[in-house]
């Protein structure tokens, strides 16, 4: 999604709004909730909702009460109440989808205590905090260099710094528990404003970064995830995939997220299928299962004196053996079964999308071969051609050179 500030310049380049994916007119902000109830009318004597919710850097998302009754619409910025001071953010929801949106977050659309609204941002105060905001890459990088000096096991992974300028939050990711008291002080020293430390999870650090994924899009959890579910390996075995920690990994070190959107559908194919320690006894030996197929409905299974010769089976045709062994029957044999899942596949190719051959506009290509062939034989009796021409072409030449030579031969003798 584009936006105004986000056009091309004047030599055709991308400009790009330079904002981090908060665009004034709120167009290619990421985890932007969209308002479907903006076009509908109140009843009649109801008042609008006083709470608005505010966008800060990245995804820290606030929510605020207008108690000044100021118009405000998606994508104005305001200056809101901070704990000392004043902060800037935008407005990226108004109306009554906020109250939606905090019943969901668990937040007390009551409680009289939440932060208010003070204004409509003036440009003074935009332009102090676009100079907040220019500093904080090279903060950012002086922090870092402080840390590995006090040697500390830490990795500081962005800054943000307050509207107004007095105060900056650092952000950071550390395994162990790591007392930054030193920190705080050379920090405090070397920048000369208010420092708060605020530890983050691997998994936050990568939606506040953002990046691109092994699937080549966006991350979800910087465009549209809001909530981190635990994911854990049995994900992985249900799907009937390989453990590999390097491809189930995403770019935060922990498994990806996606491993749980089908999830749910795979858990309910599963309910009607033999599990895969199934033991099928037949009078030709004990057999194991050894793979499944959840979108074909077929299962491998191999007997216990010979593991390398496999048997394919239907779900069904399980299900039936194993009822026959719960009433102590054996089957003869998995053959039986094999015979009938055994059907030659013939493989129909149909131009269904209507597309065509890439090739359909080039020429044909003419045969080679026989050119050069041809071209073979006109040389080759060009030149025999002219030697036999320049072989009859002086007969008598030839006869006085022999005359001469034998003259020659008799004086000598």
Known sequence: ??????????????????NNGTCGTDGCNKLTVFDWLSNMSLPNGEKPFDCVEVRFKNSRKEFFRNTENLTLSIGDIVATQASSGHDVGMVTLTGELVKVQMKRKKVDYKDKDLPKIHRKATQNDIDKWQKCRDREEEIKKRAREIAIILKLQMKISDVEFQGDGSKATFYYTA????DFRQLIKDMAKAFGIRIEMRQIGYRQEAQRLGGIGSCGRELCCSTWLTDFRSVSTSAARYQQLSLNPQKLAGQCGKLKCCLNYELDMYLEALKDFPSQDTKLFTEKGLAFCQKTDIFKGMLWFSYKEDPSNWHTLTKEQVQEILEKNKKKEKVASLEEYTVDNFVKEEKVF???VGQDSLTRFDKPKRPRNRNRK????????????NNNSGNNANPQKKRGRRNNNQKRQQKNG
Do not use: I
Not at 4 to 16: E, I, L, V
Not at 175 to 178: C, F, W
């Open 1 to 18: 999604m584009g936006c105004s500030s986000c056009s091309t310049g004047k030599d055709g380049q991308p400009r790009g709004c330079k």
């Open 175 to 178: 395994e162990d528990r790591v």
């Open 374 to 385: 041809r071209n073979k034989a006109k040389s080759n009796s060009g030149k025999n051609n």
């Open 350 to 352: 149909e131009n269904v």
